[in-house]
């Protein structure tokens, strides 16, 4: 589990993030990135187009934030927001996760 100061959760701070934040794309996930000076916060979307189901949503969330949560120190500072497209339900594990590691690649120092 993330810390929580290094959690994007208020409303506002996700919205700025959509709106003034650089995207960074894949077949799998979109990562919009806004730099700060503060910390490195993130959140991870999962919409219902991926998964119906509240438990794979929140697996899938899990195991991304886990693959943040052990790659942190290499991550520069900003708030990050990180959405699943529809496609990664038809993908396996694997595939997931490298492609969750490629996108985050983006914002290593």
Not at 27 to 43: N, Q, Y
Not at 92 to 106: F, G, H, W
């Amino acid at each position: 589990m993330l810390k929580k100061v290094n959690r994007l959760a208020k409303s506002k701070d996700i919205q700025k993030a959509f709106a003034r934040g650089r995207t960074f794309f894949n077949p799998l996930f979109t990562l919009k990135a806004v730099p700060s000076a503060e910390e490195k916060r993130f959140t991870v979307v999962v919409s219902t187009k991926v998964y119906k189901n509240a438990v794979d949503r929140n697996r899938l969330k899990r195991l991304i934030r886990e693959h943040i949560r052990l790659n942190l120190k290499h991550f520069r500072l900003g708030n990050y927001v990180v959405v699943a497209k529809p496609s990664v339900a038809k993908n396996k594990e694997k595939t997931v996760m490298d492609s969750i590691a490629l996108i985050l690649s983006n914002i290593v120092l």
